[in-house]
Nanobody, 129 residues
């Protein structure tokens, strides 16, 4: 069982930056690939970024490439999402998610919410124009 707690959300002006953090409980954080998703009112939950267990491989949705960076610190059981050049359309609740890695030699990025086993409670990001 993994518990995920997000933090770092808030309100920022367009063009500004925020860094989200997601801290996991337990001692096996490095056994999980991690993802960030977001959900705006009336919309489905959508993929933002993912990172493999070691942090050596990342994947991004096209709409955040060049603006957002996902990273992790396994010694702190934490995954981050650095968000720069924020736009009003980035306004949403942001969730982190974890999926257990069966084979650490295979890098497989998952972008469907159905692929993830554990979810945080979400943190609100509001970008004002």
């Amino acid at each position: 069982q993994v518990q995920l707690i997000e933090s770092g959300g808030g309100t920022v002006q367009a063009g500004g930056s925020l860094r989200l953090s997601c801290t996991a409980s337990g001692r096996t954080f490095s056994s999980y690939s991690m993802g960030w998703f977001r959900q705006a009112p009336g919309n489905d939950r959508e993929f933002v970024a993912s990172i493999n267990w070691s942090g050596s491989s990342t994947n991004y949705a096209d709409f955040v490439k060049g603006r957002f960076t996902i990273s992790r610190d396994n010694s702190k059981n934490t995954v981050y999402l650095q968000m720069n050049s924020l736009k009003s359309e980035d306004t949403a609740v942001y969730y982190c998610a974890a999926v257990f890695v069966l084979d650490a030699t295979i890098v497989k990025h998952r972008s469907s919410p159905d692929d993830y086993d554990y979810w945080g409670q979400g943190t609100q990001v509001t970008v004002s124009s």
